[in-house]
């Protein structure tokens, strides 16, 4: 066992898991590529769980950080913060929701766990209705609103949640269905919770689900959602971590796939903004972000330095059309890995919006997740100079695919024969 890892086993606690028998530690990136410490290159198919959108060390990003870390690092909530009113701004005309307002947090889970905060004092109930499969967070609100089980250490929870249907689409009771009669369920699965449940905050569901294994709902399945919701006034927060900022292609937005419902009361964003740099938030109606009674300040959320990563790193990707790029190249290696997984038995579906791909793979015959199976094609892949992500839940495991947003089709080539591949030696 190498230094560091016994290091890191005698420190952290051991929940916090590696990926690979033998963890990789990544000493530097450049583009859509990062090298180990043993000098090895590899592919990042996986950007360091969607957070690195843009590219690794993208030279924009890099000379904003140092200018503004130069000039000053952090002057705290009390004093006006230019670089952060002007984030606010481009995130709030961004967001598609009238007279926005944008708080910033440090993580996807604080900007959730704000998101709570705020749907709950707006509608004065602590009920919250989250979806199966879902993954919104490690704080001890975000877990309790967390469906995937893989991803909930704790049963105690500060919230009564329900989960909706209408995340997984391979198994579970409604697989059978065509899109309309799928969201016809989900939509009478949602309205008879309602029915027997008393006052609602708020519905929180992620457009594609992320660690849950890349599943996308039908389109239009939230608009019809939000029509059942909006009778009852309970609010939709759209939970964009990982969907935001053009990654699913054809929307800079995921809730824009359920466009019809317009914009959600509440979305969260973190992840890709920053391309590294630690961003969350939460953009809504100035009616529900201005409802808390007391001062609710984040010490570290709209750092100067980060908002400086955050501004750079948004204008390179509009500039540079990164939501375009993600589309076609999305489109090609998505068309590409459908070829190539043809007739593997133990591959039962690749799916994906964008660069944002999911490969399910199950067990032959029975057609189980298989944990193992999906490690070993994780492994193999290693082995060939390329990384990718796994997730799953409810009896599924994927792996999964997100490159940065500016990965060439050349790139998109290699990575597909590396796992093709990987995927060949074990599936
Ligand atoms: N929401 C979604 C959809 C996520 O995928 C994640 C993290 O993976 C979170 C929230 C939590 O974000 P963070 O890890 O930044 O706290």
Not at 45 to 50: A, E, H, S, T
Not at 327 to 354: C, F, K, M, N, S
Not at 357 to 375: C, H
Not at 413 to 419: K, N, Q, S, T
């Amino acid at each position: 066992m190498n230094d560091l890892l016994k290091r890191h086993q005698a420190v952290i606690p051991d929940w916090v898991t590696l990926y690979y028998r033998d963890p990789i530690e990544i000493t530097h990136g450049e583009g859509r590529y990062v090298w180990d410490a043993e000098g090895r290159r590899y592919l990042d198919f996986f950007g360091g769980i969607l957070t690195t959108m843009t590219a690794h060390a993208l030279p924009e990003v890099t000379r904003a950080v140092s200018e503004q870390a130069g000039r000053m690092i952090h002057s705290s909530t009390l004093y006006l913060n230019r670089p952060m009113v002007e984030l606010a701004e481009r995130i709030a005309a961004l967001s598609g929701i009238p007279d926005a307002r944008v708080f910033f947090t440090t993580s996807g889970t604080e900007a959730n766990d704000t998101a709570l905060l705020l749907a709950t004092a707006h509608r004065r109930s602590n009920q919250v209705l989250a979806m199966r499969n879902s993954y919104h967070g490690r704080s001890f609100s975000t877990v309790s609103i967390t469906g995937n089980r893989s991803w909930t250490p704790t049963t105690l929870s500060p919230l009564q949640t329900l989960y909706v249907h209408g995340g997984v689409r391979t198994r579970g009771p409604y697989a059978h269905l065509d899109d309309a009669e799928f969201t016809a369920a989900c939509v009478a699965d949602l309205t008879d919770l309602l029915g027997h449940t008393g006052d609602v905050a708020a519905l929180i569901a992620e457009p594609v689900q992320g660690i849950g294994g890349f599943t996308s709902p039908p389109d239009g399945l939230y608009a019809a959602f939000r029509e059942v919701l909006a009778e009852r006034g309970v609010l939709w927060i759209a939970d964009e971590v990982q969907t935001g900022w053009g990654r699913t292609g054809e929307h800079f937005w995921g809730w824009q796939a359920h466009g019809a419902g317009g914009p959600p009361d509440l979305l969260t964003f973190a992840k890709g903004i920053g391309n590294g740099m630690s961003i969350g938030g939460v953009v809504g109606r100035a009616e529900i972000m201005n409802g808390l009674s007391a001062n609710s300040i984040s010490t570290f959320g709209g750092s100067p330095v980060t908002m400086a990563a955050g501004l750079a790193n948004l204008s390179y990707l509009l500039e540079h059309d990164l939501q375009g790029n993600a589309r076609r190249v999305g489109g090609l290696l998505i068309e590409r890995l459908r070829a190539a997984t043809a007739g593997l038995d133990r591959v039962r579906e690749v799916r994906g919006r964008g660069l944002m791909i999911g490969i399910e793979i199950a067990k032959p015959g029975t057609g189980g997740a298989d944990p193992e199976a999906t490690g070993a094609v994780l492994e193999a892949a290693r082995e060939g100079g390329l990384l990718v992500g796994k997730g799953g839940g409810h009896d599924s495991s994927a792996l999964r695919i997100a490159p940065p947003l500016t990965l060439t089709a050349a790139e998109a080539a290699e990575g597909a024969d590396i796992l093709e591949h990987a995927l060949r030696s074990v599936c």
